[in-house]
């Protein structure tokens, strides 16, 4: 079975600073994809990024950026440049490839950016 | 506008009550999730529907009845539940096929059980 892990309950970070979330996961498949999805006060849950596993370039969405160890399976995101908007619970998540897409969740990191 | 909308947004009930959450996807997704998300803990995946058949149940208590009509429309049914099982009730889409696979979510249902 697959486990995710984020290991930060709260981080904050002052506006404009770089901060990095933190996740590992385990599995033993070899062909899956990575998101890191946040929720803001709205509830609703809004993708931020996705990998793919065969990939080995770091995906990257405006400020949103990823380190991606495979080997380590580690997937943090970074967030440069951090805006008020970005205050949220952050959640990273795996999904194994092909069949329908049943998403695995991590417990969450609540980030605050503070002025 | 989101293109996956729950309804009703907030919902309190009795324990003897019977109600239903609903789901709508504007997507033309085919396959249709239900998550809860109770305080301090992981979303957890309740059912899952692909092209409108039921392909999970994560051993989900009997009170709660999933219903997909047709691929655009989610039900859950609920009935005697529990102060327990007051959380966020999380609707989600995706395509099955492609390269974009990823999941949409509604707002939720915030459910609160007394």
């Known amino acids: 079975a697959q486990t995710v892990t984020q290991s930060q309950p709260e981080m904050s970070v002052q506006e404009a600073e770089t901060v990095t979330l933190s996740c590992t996961y385990d599995?033993?498949?070899?062909?899956?994809?990575l998101f890191w999805y946040k929720q803001p006060p709205s509830r609703q849950m809004i993708l931020v990024i996705r990998q793919e596993a065969y990939k080995q370039q770091n995906a990257t969405e405006n400020r949103f950026s990823v380190n991606f160890q495979k080997a380590a399976k580690s997937f943090s995101l970074k967030i440069s440049d951090s805006q008020l908007g970005d205050t949220a619970m952050y959640f990273c998540a795996f999904m194994k490839h092909g069949g329908y897409n049943k998403l695995i969740f991590g417990a969450g990191t609540r980030l605050a950016v503070h002025p | 506008e989101t293109g996956v909308t729950q309804t009703p947004r907030h919902l309190v009930m009795g324990m003897t009550n019977k109600k239903s959450l609903k789901c709508e996807q504007h997507?033309?997704?085919?396959?249709m999730y239900w998550y809860k998300q109770s305080a301090k803990k992981p979303l957890e995946l309740m059912f899952v529907y692909s092209l409108e058949e039921r392909v999970e149940n994560n051993s989900v208590p009997s009170r709660f009845s999933p219903e997909c009509p047709n691929s655009s429309h989610l039900f859950l049914h609920l009935h005697t539940l529990q102060p327990e099982d007051s959380a966020l009730y999380l609707c989600?889409?995706?395509?099955?096929?492609?390269?974009?696979?990823?999941?949409?979510f509604g707002q939720g249902t915030r459910l609160t059980v007394v």
């Open positions: 989600a889409s995706s395509q099955l096929e492609g390269t974009n696979t990823e999941a949409f």
């Open positions: 599995t033993s498949e070899s062909n899956y994809y």
């Open positions: 997507l033309g997704h085919n396959a």
